[in-house]
Protein backbone atom coordinates (compact mmCIF):
# COMPACT_ATOMS: atom_id res chain seq x y z
CA UNK A 1 0.00 0.00 0.00
CA UNK A 2 1.09 3.61 -0.88
CA UNK A 3 1.77 5.47 2.51
CA UNK A 4 1.01 9.02 1.28
CA UNK A 5 -2.62 7.39 0.90
CA UNK A 6 -3.05 7.10 4.35
CA UNK A 7 -3.27 11.05 4.32
CA UNK A 8 -5.93 13.09 4.14
CA UNK A 9 -6.28 13.44 0.32
CA UNK A 10 -5.11 16.95 -0.10
CA UNK A 11 -2.04 16.30 2.07
CA UNK A 12 -1.62 13.21 0.13
CA UNK A 13 -2.03 15.75 -2.95
CA UNK A 14 0.46 18.40 -1.72
CA UNK A 15 3.21 15.77 -1.05
CA UNK A 16 2.92 14.12 -4.56
CA UNK A 17 3.59 17.91 -5.96
CA UNK A 18 5.80 18.23 -3.52
CA UNK A 19 8.47 15.05 -3.72
CA UNK A 20 9.25 12.06 -6.10
CA UNK A 21 8.02 9.76 -3.37
CA UNK A 22 8.49 8.83 0.49
CA UNK A 23 11.71 8.15 2.08
CA UNK A 24 11.99 5.02 3.51
CA UNK A 25 12.03 6.31 6.91
CA UNK A 26 8.70 7.87 5.95
CA UNK A 27 7.06 5.04 4.27
CA UNK A 28 8.14 2.68 7.77
CA UNK A 29 7.44 5.19 9.88
CA UNK A 30 3.84 6.56 8.76
CA UNK A 31 1.74 3.36 8.80
CA UNK A 32 3.13 3.12 12.67
CA UNK A 33 1.96 7.02 13.23
CA UNK A 34 -1.50 6.50 11.76
CA UNK A 35 -2.05 2.91 14.39
CA UNK A 36 -1.43 5.73 17.41
CA UNK A 37 1.82 3.74 17.99
CA UNK A 38 4.96 5.80 19.74
CA UNK A 39 7.56 5.67 17.03
CA UNK A 40 11.51 6.00 16.67
CA UNK A 41 13.04 7.05 13.78
CA UNK A 42 16.66 6.35 13.31
CA UNK A 43 17.80 7.11 10.01
CA UNK A 44 20.60 9.47 8.48
CA UNK A 45 20.36 13.27 7.78
CA UNK A 46 18.27 13.76 5.02
CA UNK A 47 15.97 11.04 5.10
CA UNK A 48 12.56 13.15 6.05
CA UNK A 49 12.79 12.00 9.62
CA UNK A 50 11.17 15.36 10.82
CA UNK A 51 8.44 15.65 7.65
CA UNK A 52 7.78 12.49 9.03
CA UNK A 53 6.88 12.72 12.16
CA UNK A 54 5.27 16.24 11.37
CA UNK A 55 3.12 15.64 8.60
CA UNK A 56 1.73 12.69 10.54
CA UNK A 57 0.58 15.54 13.16
CA UNK A 58 -0.91 17.56 10.96
CA UNK A 59 -2.60 15.27 9.01
CA UNK A 60 -4.49 14.61 12.32
CA UNK A 61 -4.85 18.28 12.80
CA UNK A 62 -6.31 18.77 9.70
CA UNK A 63 -8.70 16.12 9.62
CA UNK A 64 -10.26 17.50 12.98
CA UNK A 65 -10.52 20.89 11.72
CA UNK A 66 -12.66 19.72 8.88
CA UNK A 67 -15.02 17.29 10.84
CA UNK A 68 -15.38 19.61 13.88
CA UNK A 69 -12.91 22.45 13.73
CA UNK A 70 -10.25 23.33 15.82
CA UNK A 71 -9.61 24.26 19.03
CA UNK A 72 -7.05 27.22 20.87
CA UNK A 73 -5.32 24.62 22.08
CA UNK A 74 -1.91 23.04 21.71
CA UNK A 75 -1.63 19.45 20.60
CA UNK A 76 1.80 18.66 19.60
CA UNK A 77 4.85 19.89 21.31
CA UNK A 78 8.63 19.51 18.60
CA UNK A 79 11.72 20.10 20.81
CA UNK A 80 14.67 20.69 19.33
CA UNK A 81 18.26 21.05 20.96
CA UNK A 82 19.10 23.76 19.22
CA UNK A 83 17.50 27.27 18.95
CA UNK A 84 18.94 28.35 15.25
CA UNK A 85 17.18 24.38 14.74
CA UNK A 86 13.83 25.49 16.26
CA UNK A 87 13.43 28.87 13.93
CA UNK A 88 14.95 26.47 10.55
CA UNK A 89 11.88 24.36 11.62
CA UNK A 90 9.29 26.99 11.47
CA UNK A 91 10.22 27.75 8.26
CA UNK A 92 10.32 24.14 7.58
CA UNK A 93 7.17 23.77 8.43
CA UNK A 94 5.44 26.94 7.06
CA UNK A 95 5.72 25.71 3.35
CA UNK A 96 3.91 22.39 3.60
CA UNK A 97 0.81 24.35 5.81
CA UNK A 98 0.71 26.85 2.82
CA UNK A 99 0.62 23.98 0.32
CA UNK A 100 -1.89 21.95 2.39
CA UNK A 101 -4.17 25.10 2.78
CA UNK A 102 -3.73 25.62 -0.84
CA UNK A 103 -4.15 21.82 -1.76
CA UNK A 104 -7.40 22.27 0.38
CA UNK A 105 -9.07 25.30 -1.05
CA UNK A 106 -8.47 23.36 -4.78
CA UNK A 107 -10.50 20.36 -3.44
CA UNK A 108 -13.19 23.07 -2.24
CA UNK A 109 -12.94 22.86 1.16
CA UNK A 110 -12.57 25.46 3.94
CA UNK A 111 -9.00 26.83 5.15
CA UNK A 112 -7.45 25.30 8.00
CA UNK A 113 -5.54 27.77 10.66
CA UNK A 114 -3.00 25.37 11.99
CA UNK A 115 -1.22 28.56 14.28
CA UNK A 116 2.53 27.52 14.70
CA UNK A 117 5.03 29.22 17.38
CA UNK A 118 8.61 29.05 18.33
CA UNK A 119 9.15 29.41 22.34
CA UNK A 120 13.10 29.67 23.14
CA UNK A 121 14.82 31.97 25.90
CA UNK A 122 14.74 34.78 23.27
CA UNK A 123 10.99 34.67 22.74
CA UNK A 124 9.86 38.03 23.79
CA UNK A 125 7.41 38.63 26.91
CA UNK A 126 4.86 40.19 24.50
CA UNK A 127 4.83 37.09 22.36
CA UNK A 128 4.72 34.64 25.20
CA UNK A 129 1.68 36.73 26.27
CA UNK A 130 -0.14 36.30 23.17
CA UNK A 131 0.42 32.54 22.98
CA UNK A 132 -1.33 32.28 26.11
CA UNK A 133 -3.93 34.20 24.96
CA UNK A 134 -4.31 32.41 21.95
CA UNK A 135 -2.55 29.14 21.90
CA UNK A 136 -0.37 27.48 19.11
CA UNK A 137 -1.80 24.37 18.10
CA UNK A 138 2.00 23.67 17.23
CA UNK A 139 5.05 24.92 19.61
CA UNK A 140 8.40 24.32 18.50
CA UNK A 141 11.00 24.74 21.49
CA UNK A 142 14.23 24.15 22.88
CA UNK A 143 14.43 21.32 25.88
CA UNK A 144 15.62 24.57 28.31
CA UNK A 145 12.11 26.03 27.59
CA UNK A 146 10.26 22.98 27.67
CA UNK A 147 11.34 23.31 30.95
CA UNK A 148 10.43 26.86 31.97
CA UNK A 149 6.89 26.09 30.52
CA UNK A 150 6.12 22.55 32.64
CA UNK A 151 7.30 24.99 35.80
CA UNK A 152 5.02 27.60 35.28
CA UNK A 153 0.93 27.00 35.48
CA UNK A 154 -0.07 28.71 32.31
CA UNK A 155 2.89 26.68 30.62
CA UNK A 156 1.70 23.90 32.18
CA UNK A 157 -1.82 24.53 31.35
CA UNK A 158 -1.51 24.96 27.97
CA UNK A 159 0.55 22.28 27.40
CA UNK A 160 -2.16 19.89 29.05
CA UNK A 161 -3.51 19.64 25.61
CA UNK A 162 -0.57 17.88 24.07
CA UNK A 163 -1.41 15.35 21.83
CA UNK A 164 1.85 14.23 20.05
CA UNK A 165 5.49 14.98 21.12
CA UNK A 166 8.37 15.05 18.26
CA UNK A 167 12.10 15.45 19.95
CA UNK A 168 14.42 15.89 17.35
CA UNK A 169 18.11 15.19 17.15
CA UNK A 170 17.40 12.83 20.85
CA UNK A 171 21.09 11.77 20.62
CA UNK A 172 22.19 15.02 21.52
CA UNK A 173 19.42 15.00 24.79
CA UNK A 174 20.46 11.81 26.05
CA UNK A 175 23.90 11.56 27.16
CA UNK A 176 23.46 14.61 29.52
CA UNK A 177 21.05 16.89 31.96
CA UNK A 178 19.07 18.29 29.37
Not at 10 to 24: E, G, L, N, V, Y
Not at 31 to 48: D, E, N
Request: aromatic share 6%; with cysteine; charged share 20%.
Amino acid sequence: MDPVALFHPAIADWFDRSFAAPTPAQAQAWPAFQAGRHVLIAAPTGSGKTLAAFLAAIDALVRQALAQGLEDETQIVYVSPLKALSNDIRCNLEAPLAGIRAALQARGLPEVDIRTWVRTGDTPARERDRMRRRPPHIVVTTPESLYILLGSESGRAMLATTRTVIVDEIHALAPNKR
